[in-house]
């Protein structure tokens, strides 16, 4: 019997994760979690992060890919055009008026432009998102490392997430976010995007500026990223589950 390779194993487990998701996602808006579900939702996401992480180092890499993978449209998933007011101010303006704010747990809270973002160092990188759908793009994406403007503001040792906030309202519903935790938003593939194939990123694809982390599915890759919060526990924020779709019974680890 030929030994499993280790990227099989984890090509394995992301099929098994994402069947999962994907029967999650056909009644996410009408999921009740009970107790005895939460425990279980619970259960699940802490062995698929633990045996994901005994394949994976702690630096390992998601897979890259050549210009010639990279999909003639990236197909935009959940909100594609916000209609809250002061993001449709910002657009209108080009963004110049945009801030990033970050704060929380930090040394050092700070609020950048997108001009100021792109001075920073850049990583460019051609990566494929998979969806909880079932479905595949590769884009190739440019933005600044998470970890480095991390190091800029200087986390605390109480910090234990990173939580972005963003501009959008799904359906009309609550804020969308999401949250990392600290291994995974100091990973090198792990940045805040902000151009998408060459050009700068689409409103659909989450202008001005979306999270990539590339080791996890699609639905943590939040868009339209307005502020990013240092916490030590999110149970404060949102229904407490660490992200919008968390909140209605994904789990919160989505490891790949």
Not at 46 to 69: K, M
Not at 114 to 135: F, N, S, Y
Request: net charge neutral; aromatic share 10%; charged share 25%.
């Amino acid at each position: 019997m030929t030994k499993p390779t280790d990227s099989g194993r984890r090509r394995f487990l992301t099929r098994s994760l994402m069947a999962g998701g994907a029967t999650l996602l056909a009644g996410c808006d009408a999921l009740t979690r009970s107790d005895a579900m939460s425990k279980l939702f619970d259960a699940s996401s802490a062995l698929t992060q633990q045996a994901q992480r005994l394949l994976a180092s702690r630096q390992s890499l998601a897979r890259e890919f050549t210009p010639a993978d990279i999909a003639p449209t990236f197909r935009a998933n959940g909100t594609t055009n916000p209609d809250e007011e002061d993001y449709r101010k910002l657009a209108e303006g080009g963004f110049r008026d945009w801030r990033l704010e970050i704060g929380g747990l930090v040394d050092k809270p700070q609020a950048l432009s997108l001009d100021e973002l792109k001075t920073m160092p850049a990583r460019t990188q051609i990566t494929r998102h998979d969806c909880v759908e079932g479905w595949s793009c590769i884009g190739q994406w440019k933005g600044v490392v998470l970890g480095d403007l991390l190091d800029r503001v200087g986390v605390r040792d109480q910090a234990r997430f990173v939580v972005f906030h963003c501009a959008d309202r799904y359906r009309g519903g609550d804020a969308y976010y999401e949250s990392l935790d600290m291994l995974e938003a100091y990973h090198p593939q792990t940045q805040l995007a902000y151009a998408l194939n060459g050009a700068d990123l689409p409103i659909a694809n989450g202008a001005p500026l979306r999270l990539r982390a590339e080791r996890q599915l699609g639905y943590k890759m939040a868009k339209y990223v307005m502020r990013i919060e240092l916490v030590e526990s999110f149970t404060h924020i949102g229904r407490g589950r660490g992200g919008y779709w968390e909140d209605r019974g994904y789990n919160w680890w989505a490891g790949i």
